[in-house]
């Protein structure tokens, strides 16, 4: 018998002997949108298939042969798996149908009955099992990865040699390999051999065991064998191939613990690489502080070039297409939170993308010891389009990673969040988060009541109007000094129908000095008498000062109520703006109002019209003209008529 039977035989005992089983309901798993499904190869993703419910996956034993110049795969794949229910007779797993299954055997060699349609190989087990019994099944297939998604499984060429990579965020695991494939069943371990030509490099999760050598037909072949002692998603597998130019440091935790950082690069970026990825040790000590140490530090971190731009958060080696600060921050960051505690399905990518994307710009907090920096940062990052973070459709791969939904708005939640419970209670937060659902996967639900727990108060409108609500509040503010009380009214707008309940800061500004006062603003118009320091004028009130709030802010001159006569056009806001502008307008008159936005060329680009009652109203432009296209950089004029009057105001849109 083998090293690796035997291996795998202690293996299924040691899990036989120490399953507890527990099968967790996860939140969201049924409710898949049947909307046009984008991904064309899978009829249902987000969603556990068949009989997966009744089957937890302990061991994934990838075997694999890359036959470069075919642009084929062949080889096995062993999964270990218990039964969670009683006279379990099949398993069903996912595989795309393109790749060719051989023989399916047990552990025992004997030969099981399957059938692959539908990208689903259901496997017949040759004798039920109990509950609590724990078996592996072999599956020997072939063929040639798909490219579906983000990609998948790729061979590619840079600088004259081959270059395979993968990347199987979200669906792409069963294109190239049978397994589970969502993120609520993580397998407790992972053994990753492949065979490459030489001079190939195979690089991947966990550590490398060994490399083997052996000579076919005059030609060099190297075996790599890694594994992966993490329980790991199954889009977090990776391989990442190519003649690399490999080197390496070490980072060193506060227990004093030592784990080497591995670089695979692409010899000819070896000298522009070099400085921003030795800003990785930096990096990972100081989300250690904040986040908890490193969750794989008896194994290692590091990165690997691969031909995808921007990069892959792939579980202890980051696949990276680029190499600037921002990005190793981003893909760092998600080690925790994607990678330790990931996303039970796809509706709350959120958890991975706006935690890593607030992990970029904490690190430029940590890198300063200036909280200013992070908020230039997130001021790039401002979001005012439409849209909600939950993603209700898991079937478009654009939905799932929209930029400014699920990266942006997303981080300004977090942001909010740290805003509204104080640095001490968010940053403890996050950790006991990350303690409570390490190495498994969570929804929005399971983080709302950890920070609950630790902040002692009710988040639950917080959540409701952030990650399943549209918008951000628009707020206008009046005030008005008698004496020493100043009156101060805010009122609130949103192109949407949620109204923000939020604590707001006021800084109040006099000639010689400042004060601020904390609001708790949770109503459409809101009154409030506050009592400033005798013998003082007030100069200036500034909302929201130190920007903890995603939100526009219109200063009147006038009292609310006040209607001013005729017709106004207001300045457009954001201005510049990148992802939408509001334009606000007061009407006179009940009518028809024409809305049209010309370029700098006078050429129109949008025409709308829509019947508006006497007063005040908002219309948000989202970049797109008229016909769907969406808008280049550059000064466009905005011009409102109500029939009678109009007017027009200028506008920037940034790239």
């Not at 298939?49 to 996956?57: P, T």
């Not at 929201?544 to 001013?564: F, Q, R, S």
Request: with cysteine; charged share 20%.
């Amino acid at each position: 018998m083998s090293t690796k039977k035997v291996m795998r035989l202690i293996l299924l005992i040691f899990l036989f002997a120490t399953t507890v089983l527990s099968q967790q309901e996860i939140t969201g798993e049924w409710s898949c949108s049947t909307a046009k499904i984008a991904y064309k190869s899978v009829n249902s993703f987000n969603r556990m298939r068949g009989n997966q419910r009744d089957f937890d996956v302990k061991f994934y034993d990838l075997n694999l042969k890359i036959l470069v110049a075919d642009e084929h795969i062949t080889g096995s794949v062993g999964i270990v798996f218990t039964a969670l229910i009683n006279d379990l007779s099949k398993i069903d797993i996912d595989l795309n149908d393109g790749l060719a299954v051989h023989q399916i055997t047990a552990q025992s060699d004997v030969s099981l009955n399957h059938t692959h349609n539908n990208n689903l190989l259901s496997i017949t087990l040759d004798t039920p099992m109990a509950m609590g019994e724990t078996r592996e099944v072999i599956i020997h297939y072939s063929g040639q990865p798909a490219l579906s998604g983000f990609g998948s499984f790729m061979f590619g060429q840079y600088a004259d040699a081959p270059m395979i990579g993968t990347l199987s965020e979200p669906y792409g695991a069963r294109d190239w390999w049978p397994c589970k494939d969502t993120p609520a069943d993580k397998a407790d371990s992972v053994d990753i051999t492949i065979q490459v030509p030489h001079p190939l490099i195979v690089a991947s999760n966990g550590l490398l065991d060994r490399v083997d050598t052996e000579v076919i037909d005059s030609n060099r072949w190297d075996t790599y064998m890694w594994q992966e002692r993490y329980p790991i998603a199954t889009y977090l597998v990776s391989l990442a191939i190519y003649p690399y130019t490999v080197y390496h440091d070490w980072y060193v935790n506060s227990s004093q613990d030592s784990m080497r950082l591995d670089f695979y690069v692409f010899p000819d970026h070896l000298q522009a690489v070099e400085r921003n990825f030795s800003l990785t040790n930096d990096m990972i000590s100081g989300f250690a502080n904040i986040f908890g140490d490193y969750p794989f530090i008896d194994e290692k971190y590091g990165h690997a070039e691969f031909l995808w731009g921007g990069g892959m958060e792939h579980q202890t080696l980051s696949s990276m297409g680029g190499y600037s600060e921002g990005l190793i921050a981003h893909e760092l960051a998600h080690q925790w939170w994607g990678d330790m505690v990931t996303c039970a399905n796809f509706h709350h990518i959120w958890l991975n993308e706006g935690f890593a994307t607030y992990g970029d710009a904490l690190w430029r907090e940590i890198r300063d010891g200036d909280i200013g920096s992070l908020r230039q940062i997130m001021g790039s990052k401002k979001y005012f389009g439409p849209g909600i973070i939950y993603v209700s459709d898991t079937t478009s791969v654009s939905s799932i990673f929209h930029r400014g939904l699920s990266y942006h708005k997303a981080a300004w939640v977090l942001h909010m969040l740290r805003g509204v419970v104080g640095d001490s209670l968010f940053f403890s937060g996050l950790k006991t988060y990350g303690d409570r659902f390490r190495f498994s996967s969570a929804v929005t639900e399971d983080f709302r009541d950890v920070m609950e727990e630790v902040a002692g108060i009710d988040l639950d409108k917080f959540f409701n109007q952030w990650i399943y609500g549209s918008h951000y509040p628009i707020y206008s503010l009046y005030y008005e000094q008698v004496g020493s009380d100043v009156e101060v009214i805010i009122n609130q707008a949103s192109d949407g129908n949620t109204i923000f309940e939020m604590p707001i800061e006021l800084q109040f500004i006099f000639n010689d000095t400042a004060i601020f006062h904390t609001l708790q603003h949770s109503g459409n118009q809101q009154q409030y008498t506050i009592a400033i320091p005798a013998g003082k004028s007030v100069q200036e009130i500034i909302l929201d000062p130190d920007e903890w709030i995603l939100k526009n802010v219109i200063y009147l001159d006038k009292k609310p109520g006040t209607l001013p006569s005729g017709f106004r056009l207001y300045p457009v806001y954001p201005n510049p703006f990148n992802s939408s502008a509001t334009i606000r307008f007061f009407t006179d008159r009940e009518g028809d109002i024409y809305i049209q936005i010309f370029n700098i060329l006078g050429e129109m680009f949008y025409n709308a019209v829509s019947y508006r009652n006497k007063g005040e109203h908002l219309m948000t432009w989202d970049g797109m003209s008229s016909a769907g296209d969406q808008a280049p950089a550059g000064i466009y004029f905005v011009r409102v008529d109500n029939g009678v009057n109009s007017q027009v105001r200028k506008m920037v849109l940034l790239k």
